[in-house]
């Protein structure tokens, strides 16, 4: 691996901040001198910086095509073949990367069984030979790999992440091919600061990590849910333009409780119930101070823990560590802001004027949210926040707009065992314990979401219930993968009669009702809200992460929406254009950091956060490798 690999980025290597890839502009030598070129065109005029080696001899001939993160494959021009020792161990003809991308996305297509030949002769679709197949191309090329994704991310994104991703999990003994991150487990108490010294790259943006105790919708997986942490900073490199070399997925094995894993022979990880009370916080704490130690100016997401821990941890290092739980703090901010792009598709459909059991503002909403683990409570503390600034001045907390519902009814105080937040959300004004539809009839919300990671819940009934009292209900169905989704698109809008504005967590095709009406499910996806999150706390290494800057990136978000794609039903941009996308939401956390005084970074004159943000992302394009001491 990539041991003595730098870039020359002037006063960035001064900083201890030396960037180990190819494309990324050095941070403050961008800003040192302002240029009157557009940002398109000084991005792409300065975003490629040579490869320097340092020892010739650790990367050399057939190591460089066997590091994915150096590797060209057929694109390496003669000079570079001469001088690396690569003459004759490539074939002899070289091809660019538009003609290697070409290739590969027809290969991509055949592993699947979705080529134009295989398609005319009617075989079936296989998602999972695709996720192998990038999962191959990831660990042989990875400028490739993203040059693929970021062309074709709307395509790719179902596939490297959910929902393929939670097959891989569920399968991942059988599926295991190279190993990728880092493993921390109950048993390195004492010596994770030497392990992490393990990690071959000096600098490290961005690390998530998770415990494995809550997948997806899938439960407790264990040391199989690294999938995980890797597809998410994929989706980093992907949609936030962080550099693949500065990425750490990370998994905490503290054992599992699922019986079926504990009995499996390919399971990978340890084979013990799951540690809990001190000896659990015992290990997450020294994993926290050993990922600070060794990297100081990392951003360390929290991703998959369940209920009973994601809040608390939250609570005990945001103030402390640059963190941030992405299924509390970006779930319920991409929930915002699809609920807002919501209220004003409502608009549009209803007038001016709203109709009955419609209410127009966000803090006027009754919300009733299906699943009380860490993300339904994180989307209802998101909303809820919303309500709060929507409703400056007027005072209120705004816990009284939500009820949740779990598999045992309706939560109120009168509950035994409540934990974290689900106290602050349990009802006070109701003893009996009501069924989701009791709940609607009584409740009359307008708002119905579902993170649950129980497919199918919203009935017939239920959705009939919900249409019945508002003329237009918003029913987001936020459980991943698409089988545990609460409400398919075609069923929400076809018991609906069209009225529903509806949004999912998995991607749907485009639903046409009875009427010949077309609707665009719309996919309410963190993807849109992590990244640029990233992406701004690398450029700014602000102390901490705050609420202030998850309620921003949802405004900014819920901002890019035009009228015409809300009238289509499209709540949130599509995933094609999120790079974009991502320039915009991580300007506006950027924006709030430095109004909170959390950055020392100023800009200079005639330098805007998108045009600074767009120069720090990372493109995929195979950069010049040289030796420290080469001489044309």
Known sequence: MLRAVSTRLGSQQARGRV??????????????????????????????????????????????????????????????????????????????????????????????????????????????AKHLFLVGLQDRNETLFYRLVCQHIEEMAPIIYTPTVGYACKNAGLLFRRSRGMYFTKNDVGEMHAIIRNWPHRDVDVIVVTDGSRILGLGDLGCHGMGIPIGKLSLYVAAGGVHPMRVMPCLIDVGTDNEELLEDPMYLGIKEKRLRGDAYIEVV???????????????????????????????????????????????????????????????????????????????????????????????????RMGMEFDDTGRGGSHHGNFWVVDKDGLLTRQRPGLIGQQVS??????????????????????????????????TEEVVHEMSRHCEHPIIFAMSNPTVNSEVTAENAYRWSHGKVIYASGSPFDKVTTADGSHWHPTQVNNMFIFPAVGVAASSLLPRKITDNMFYEAAKALADVQPEEELRKGHLLPRVRDIREVTVKVAAAVAKEADREGLTSLKLPPGVDWETHIRAEMYVPKYAPIVHERARV
């Open 285 to 383: 704490d020294e994993f926290m101070s050993a990922a600070r130690h060794r990297f100081p100016n990392a951003l360390i997401q929290f991703e998959d823990f369940n209920a009973t821990w994601a809040e608390p941890l939250l609570r005990r290092y945001r103030d402390h560590f640059l963190m941030f739980n992405d299924d509390v703090q970006g779930t319920g901010s991409v929930a915002l802001a699809g609920l807002i792009t919501a209220l004003k598709c409502r608009r549009l459909r209803t007038g001016a004027v709203p109709q009955a059991g419609a209410s127009a503002t966000l803090s006027e909403q009754r919300v009733v949210c299906v699943g009380a683990g860490s993300a339904g409570l994180g989307v209802c503390e998101g909303l």
């Open 19 to 128: 960037s180990a890839g190819a494309t990324m502009l050095g941070r403050r030598a961008f800003l040192a001198t302002p240029c009157r070129l557009s940002s398109r065109e000084l991005f792409e005029k300065m975003n490629v910086q040579p490869i320097v080696l340092h020892d010739l001899q650790d990367q050399y001939g057939i190591d460089l095509c066997h590091d994915p993160l150096l590797n060209k494959g057929t694109a390496f021009p003669e000079r570079e073949r001469d001088r690396l020792g690569l003459r004759g161990l490539v074939p002899p003809r070289q091809f660019n990367i538009e003609e290697q991308l070409q290739r590969t996305y027809h290969a991509f297509h055949k592993s699947g069984g979705t080529s134009p030949q295989q398609i005319a002769r009617g075989e079936p679709e296989n998602v999972v």
């Open 425 to 458: 959300f349990a009802r006070d004004d109701a003893t009996e314990a009501l069924s989701l539809l009791e709940t609607i009839r009584q409740v009359k919300p307008t708002v119905l979401l579902g993170v649950s990671g129980v497919g199918g819940i919203f």
